[in-house]
Nanobody, 119 residues
Framework: QVQLEESGGGLVQAGESLRLSCISS????????MAWYRQAPGKQRELVAF???????TYDDSVKGRFTISRHSTKNTAYLQMNNLKPEDTAVYYC?????????????WGQGTQVTVSS
């Protein structure tokens, strides 16, 4: 059974930084795409950053220039470096891995880690 576990969240002040980590277990293959999503209270879950197996990246406009997504070249591990955090970044951050293997799609989620940014 594949599991994703996020860590690195916490309470910080505006302008500070955090680094989130996503560690996977139980997979016998390298994930195609990995991503970070977030969900603030009363809002829908939204895509923050996305990285392909070839390390191509995509960012939501709200985090461009402040957040950086990366992944280990061979391990199913992803990171999100968050700099110059703002109160509007406050949310639960989720790690996601998706793709296709043996002709079948897969879509795995972690339980989330809370990020709170005070002004």
């Amino acid at each position: 059974q594949v599991q994703l576990e996020e860590s690195g969240g916490g309470l910080v002040q505006a302008g500070e930084s955090l680094r989130l980590s996503c560690i996977s277990s139980g997979s016998t293959f390298q994930f195609d795409d990995m991503a970070w999503y977030r969900q603030a209270p009363g809002k829908q879950r939204e895509l923050v950053a996305f990285i392909t197996s070839g390390s191509m990246t995509t960012y939501d406009d709200s985090v461009k220039g402040r957040f950086t997504i990366s992944r280990h070249s061979t391990k199913n591990t992803a990171y999100l470096q968050m700099n110059n955090l703002k109160p509007e970044d406050t949310a639960v951050y989720y790690c996601n891995a998706k793709g296709r293997k043996w002709g079948r799609p897969y879509d795995y989620w972690g339980q989330g880690t809370q990020v709170t940014v005070s002004s």
